[in-house]
């Protein structure tokens, strides 16, 4: 009877706190626009450290994830705009959700012009 009364109370404990951490659990959101016209871009690629985590906007240029309080690095890159590294800092009961719309900058034409230099002079020089 007291093995089965220290299970179910090391159980209960184990799942009052697992309960409590999942609350601590914040939303950050992200919408990415693009600084020109202000249209959502999607499929821009959001990288969170240090947790390793991210993933891609939607349709409507929106991202959200669930993270711990903490301070976070958001880089947040898509295909022909210059990458923006975003600092996060979610305090415990202070915001339980963050939303930031990043305006994302279109590459200069002298930046892509040096890209396409490098990537001639890499790939296409080679093979001639």
Not at 40 to 60: E, H, K, M, R
Not at 66 to 93: C, D, H, M, R, W
């Amino acid at each position: 009877m007291i093995k089965t009364s220290i299970v179910i109370l090391l159980f209960l404990t184990l799942v009052l706190a697992s309960s409590k951490a999942y609350t601590q659990q914040q939303v950050l959101s992200f919408e990415v626009l693009n600084a020109e016209s202000y249209i959502p871009l999607d499929n821009a690629q959001i990288a969170i450290t240090p947790c390793s985590c991210g993933g891609v906007t939607d349709a409507s240029g929106r991202f959200s994830i669930n993270l711990s309080p903490g301070e976070y690095t958001a880089a947040i890159s898509y295909v022909g705009f210059a990458t923006q590294n975003v600092e996060v800092n979610l305090k415990v009961g202070e915001v339980m959700f963050s939303s930031l719309a990043i305006i994302l900058e279109m590459l200069l034409k002298e930046e892509w012009r040096t890209i396409l230099q490098c990537f001639f002079h890499q790939f296409i020089q080679k093979y001639q």
